[in-house]
Each structure stands twice: as structure tokens, then as C-alpha cells.
């Protein structure tokens, strides 16, 4: 099948044929993906400052009718909203005996300790203070000083966005055993996505590539690649890579459908296991937009369309975390 059988597929639609290529005959991308390019990529990143702020929820999974538990960086944290819908994050311990406040209750805007009845107030107090925290509309951030060693900032380093109020959001969330600039590797790894994903990328290339010393404006990989929404049908567009801040990678949408759209992921250190290797959370937030009426139709369905979008999520980072995981094994010499 050609890409445009008969030249009958109008080229103005979003939706476009493909051709069925055999895995192993695509042209290999290792003479491309040059290692010492995706290092001094990563190398850069993390370089950069992040004020030590770190995602660690979708901002809809924090709510104000129970708490939410989680650890970063080694510390354990509890989040919830107050009366006003406000986020608060704090230690996870109670200031009493240590019970796990995660497992308690809110309370008229307070989390109330299952073991003795103390009632933490959300502005601090009783031996306990809450930390600075952010709610972006897509992600929940606490700020840890101590852990971050950086010079503090007010707000997140955040990238542009589509707005909101016109934009169709999701995060998906997984866990995996290496370190955040382990996920930043790879995603700063292009190259690899019609290999490693060929369910969900075809006729990928990498347009450009940074310099090794290349400056912000123009520190980016330019990549053509077309999105499989079916087996003979793809939708091709030009996405760039950019890394803000340590711990992030966006990949944007800067011509064909969905101009504008995002991909955000961010690697969040939880902190050793059980095992004492290190565990990181991936949060990966899609904020997409597009003119479309159907896209229109799309946010009105937002509740349906929310858990299809994790899953493609899921299960692109499944595999994601696996090149991770081998990466940080092969630096620590634990494979």
C-alpha cells in the first residue's frame, strides 16, 4: 500500500496512510544516536536550575475529601485540599507518635490522625508545618530545600502550555528502579522510537540535533514522526525536545495536528526501596489542544478520553522504563 493510494487521500486531512514496513527493514538509527550527543544533552539539563521543585501527583489526585500519601526524595509526605480547595503538603508523619497520617481523615479542611484523634491544621501548627507547595492545573509540586541544594524559587520552572480552558489533559504515572537522569537519557533519546515503540511511531526522523555545546535557544531535537492511530494510518507531525530543568523533558508539537500540544515528562525521586536501589516516579502529562471540532467533542467526552490517554501513556513509559532501568543498571555496574 502507498502512502497515498491512487493520490485519492486528501493531504490537507490530519489522518494520512502509511505503508507497512517490516520492523527489521526500517533504516537503522544507531550511526545517528550518537551517545556522546544524548549525554551532553542530559549532561545540560541537568545543569539547570529547578528551585527544587518536584511533581508528585496529578493535581486531580489530591483532593479535599481524603488525604494523599507519598514519598519524595526519601521523604514522607502527606497532600490534601483545604476548605478553600487550596493544596497543602507537609511531612507525612503525625507530630505525636509518627502514625502514618496518609491513613487518617479530612476533617473540615484538617487531616485528623487515625491513631489519637490530633487534628493537623493545613496553615501548621502542633508540631507540624506544611511545605511549600504549587498546583499548575495538571500537576501537584512540593518545593524541598534540603533535598533540592539549590537556591529556592517561588513557582516551578514550567513550560509553556496550551491554555487550559481549551486543552485536553493527562498524567500517567509509573515507578521504576534508576535515578531521574535516567529518564531524562532517554527521553532526550529520540532516535529510539520507532524501534523501541513501532505500535505507536513510524517514519521518525531525527531532523535535528544540539551541539554539544549548544545554548538554550538552541538546545532542542527537531523530529519528524508520524503517531499510528491504526495499522494504515498515522498522523504525522514535527515535534521538538526540550529540557527545562533537571528533571524534565518536553516534547512539543510545532507544526502538523495538535500544533501546540505537549508531552511533559517529569522524574521524581522517591528515594531506595527495600532493596536500597534508588525508585523514581515518572509523571508524564499530556496537555493537548487542536481547533478541531472534533477535538471540541473530544474535551466534552473529557472523562472518557482521560484514562485512553494514560494508557497510551502507560504503555509507551513500560517500555521507556526498561531502557531506564538498563541504563542506570550499566552506570552502576549492577547489571
Do not use: K
Not at 192 to 198: I, Q, R
Not at 233 to 253: D, H, K, L, S, Y
Amino acid at each position: 500500500m502507498s502512502d497515498n493510494p491512487q493520490g485519492r487521500w486528501p493531504a490537507h486531512w490530519p489522518v494520512q496512510p502509511i505503508s507497512r514496513t517490516r520492523w527489521a527493514r526500517q533504516r537503522p538509527t544507531v550511526g545517528q544516536a550518537d551517545p556522546a550527543i544524548i549525554q551532553a544533552a542530559a549532561d545540560r539539563a541537568q545543569a539547570r536550575p529547578s528551585g527544587n521543585w518536584f511533581p508528585f501527583a496529578a493535581a486531580d489526585a489530591v483532593r479535599s475529601d481524603r488525604p494523599f500519601g507519598t514519598r519524595v526524595a526519601g521523604r514522607e509526605l502527606v497532600a490534601w485540599r483545604d476548605g478553600t480547595g487550596r493544596l497543602v503538603v507537609g511531612p507525612g508523619a503525625c507530630p505525636h507518635l509518627g502514625a502514618p497520617l496518609a491513613q487518617g481523615r479530612v476533617v473540615c479542611g484538617e487531616v485528623v490522625c487515625r491513631w489519637h484523634g490530633l487534628a493537623v491544621p493545613s496553615g501548621g501548627g502542633r508540631g507540624w508545618q506544611p511545605l511549600p507547595a504549587h498546583d499548575d492545573g495538571v500537576l501537584a509540586w512540593v518545593r524541598l530545600d534540603a533535598e533540592g541544594g539549590e537556591p529556592p524559587t517561588p513557582r516551578p520552572v514550567l513550560p509553556a502550555r496550551p491554555e487550559l480552558s481549551g486543552a485536553l489533559s493527562a498524567v500517567a504515572r509509573l515507578e521504576g528502579v534508576c535515578e531521574p537522569c535516567d529518564v531524562v537519557a532517554n527521553r532526550l533519546d529520540p532516535w529510539h522510537g520507532a524501534w523501541f515503540h513501532p505500535y505507536s511511531f513510524t517514519r521518525l526522523a531525527v531532523v535535528r540535533a544540539p551541539e554539544p555545546d549548544a545554548v538554550d535557544g538552541a538546545d532542542r531535537f527537531l523530529v519528524d514522526v508520524t503517531f499510528r492511530v491504526g495499522g494504515r494510518f498515522g498522523v504525522p507531525v514535527r515535534a521538538e525536545f526540550t529540557a527545562p530543568e533537571p528533571r524534565t523533558v518536553v516534547m512539543r508539537i510545532v507544526s502538523g495536528e495538535g500544533e501546540g500540544s505537549v508531552v511533559e515528562t517529569h522524574a521524581t525521586p522517591l528515594g531506595p526501596g527495600a532493596d536500597g536501589r534508588p525508585r523514581t516516579a515518572v509523571l508524564e502529562a499530556t496537555v493537548a489542544t487542536s481547533p478541531r471540532t472534533g477535538f471540541a467533542v473530544a474535551r466534552s467526552l473529557a472523562p472518557l478520553v482521560r484514562p485512553m490517554m494514560r494508557r497510551v501513556a502507560t504503555r509507551l513509559w513500560r517500555d521507556d522504563l526498561a531502557y531506564a532501568e538498563r541504563r542506570y543498571a550499566l552506570r552502576t555496574g549492577s547489571v
